[in-house]
Nanobody, 119 residues
Framework: QVQLVESGGDLVQAGGSLRLSCAVS????????MAWYRQAPGKRRELVAG???????RYDYSVEGRFTISRDNAKNTMYLQMNSLNPDDTGIYYC?????????????WGQGTQVTVSS
């Protein structure tokens, strides 16, 4: 059974930084493309950033240049370094396995981690 455990969310002021982690078990992590998704209050869950098995990355235009996605296959963990945060980045952040073709999420969701950016 695949388990996804997100952590690192917090309340931070605009301009601040956070690093999110996603610990994965129950699946061959290194064989999967992975992605971070965000659900803002009252909105649909959307792709923030993705990383293929080979390390190729893709970002939503709204976070390009501010966020960096990475993975450590030895630790079965994915990260999201978030800099220059603004209130629009507020939401629950989820990780999941992803299709490397269209970045749609595969499988069940974890509990997510809350990021709140105050102005």
């Amino acid at each position: 059974q695949v388990q996804l455990v997100e952590s690192g969310g917090d309340l931070v002021q605009a301009g601040g930084s956070l690093r999110l982690s996603c610990a994965v078990s129950g699946v061959s992590f290194s064989s999967n493309a992975m992605a971070w998704y965000r659900q803002a209050p009252g909105k649909r869950r959307e792709l923030v950033a993705g990383i293929t098995e080979e390390g190729t990355t893709r970002y939503d235009y709204s976070v390009e240049g501010r966020f960096t996605i990475s993975r450590d296959n030895a630790k079965n963990t994915m990260y999201l370094q978030m800099n220059s945060l603004n209130p629009d980045d507020t939401g629950i952040y989820y990780c999941n396995r992803a299709s490397r073709w269209n970045w749609s999420a595969l499988g069940s969701w974890g509990q997510g981690t809350q990021v709140t950016v105050s102005s």
